[in-house]
């Protein structure tokens, strides 16, 4: 919803001149209402008007599962559950991903919250694999299977939510889904690494982060919170660091996407419906 605002922001930086378009990786996805073929294009199409560019650098398919088109809020069952598009074919979309770098309107594609099973079934039907694979990654969820399966496959992982998410517990309350979302920058390990090395537990946690070959993309709306966050490439931490880092594994998925109300049952619906396993959501991987 931010990319009217960017393009503005965007087109003022390289008509300054004082940014070349080649110095700027720009990402965006392809929404869950926009998950199918017949969307494809128009979607890219959209983002690319209000960003002001006339391509990007990559383009993702933002989850695994589609809801039915539409220009403003989800549709809904009378019970406020949101509808689920139950016909989502990844292969049939990601021919259109492909067809969108042929058209130079973007120079690579990937996938957000596909799992394993997901990205095998890309790669197998695919004329460009995907480049990119942006999950949630972070302290309590290391996803050590999926990143291993990725670099094996030369496939590039971006961890989102890698300082925990704490902001998300707004959204579930907004949508009345409430749940408490753990404080991974109040964690006593990594708060004794931040003070032993004079850094904030913020960069101890996006440095481990690199050290796993994976990218990290922190929000902060606060400018010396957003040059912290830069500024991670003048320390490092040790083998133990890494290794006691390892040990706070818990399994908490914080973007579990429960602010989809309805959301879970109709995944379980569409599982049975086409006896896809446990293989559709990476949260049910
Ligand atoms: N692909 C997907 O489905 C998906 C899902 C979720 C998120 N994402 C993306 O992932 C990115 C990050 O995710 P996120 O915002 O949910 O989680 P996050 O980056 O883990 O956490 C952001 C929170 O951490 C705070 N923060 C940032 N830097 C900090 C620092 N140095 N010290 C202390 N607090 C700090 C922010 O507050 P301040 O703003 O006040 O600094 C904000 O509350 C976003 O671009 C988001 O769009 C993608």
Redesign the pocket.
């Known amino acids: 919803m931010n990319e009217k605002a960017i393009g503005r922001v965007l087109k003022k930086w390289l008509d300054s001149e004082s940014v070349r378009r080649e110095d700027l990786f720009i990402t965006t996805?392809l929404p869950p209402p926009g998950n199918r073929a017949a969307c494809v294009e128009k979607c890219l199409t959209k983002s690319l008007d209000d960003l002001q560019l006339s391509y990007v650098d990559m383009y993702?398919i933002?989850?695994p599962f589609g809801v039915p088109e539409t220009d403003g809020d989800f549709q809904r069952h009378a019970n406020g559950d949101i509808v689920l598009d139950l016909e989502t074919n990844h292969i049939e979309t990601w021919k259109k991903m492909e067809d969108m770098v042929k058209a130079g309107l973007t120079k690579s594609i990937g996938v957000?919250?596909f799992n394993k099973n997901q990205i095998q079934r890309l790669i197998d039907n695919s004329t460009i694999k995907p480049s990119n694979v942006?999950?949630?990654v972070?302290v309590y969820l290391q996803q050590d299977d999926l990143i291993n399966f990725c670099k094996e496959e030369g496939i590039i992982v971006t961890a989102?939510?890698?300082?925990?998410?704490?902001?998300?517990e707004n959204l579930n309350k907004m949508a009345g889904y409430e749940r408490e979302i753990p404080n991974i920058?109040d964690n006593s390990v990594v708060g004794g690494i931040a003070n032993r090395l004079g850094i904030?537990?913020?960069?101890v946690l996006l440095k481990w982060i690199l050290e796993r070959g994976v990218a990290a993309?922190?929000?902060?709306?606060?400018p010396t919170?957003?040059r912290?966050?830069l500024d991670i490439f003048e320390f490092s931490l040790t083998e133990e660091d890494m290794k006691v880092l390892k040990g706070l594994e818990k399994g908490i998925r914080v973007?579990d996407f429960g602010f989809f109300k309805g959301f879970q049952l109709g995944i379980h619906t569409t599982l049975a419906k086409y006896k896809l396993g446990n293989n559709f959501l990476t949260f049910f991987s």
């Open positions: 996805k993702l933002h989850t957000s919250n942006q999950v949630e972070h989102y939510a890698p300082l925990g998410s704490k902001g998300i920058l904030t537990p913020a960069q993309i922190p929000k902060s709306t606060n919170r957003l912290q966050n973007c």
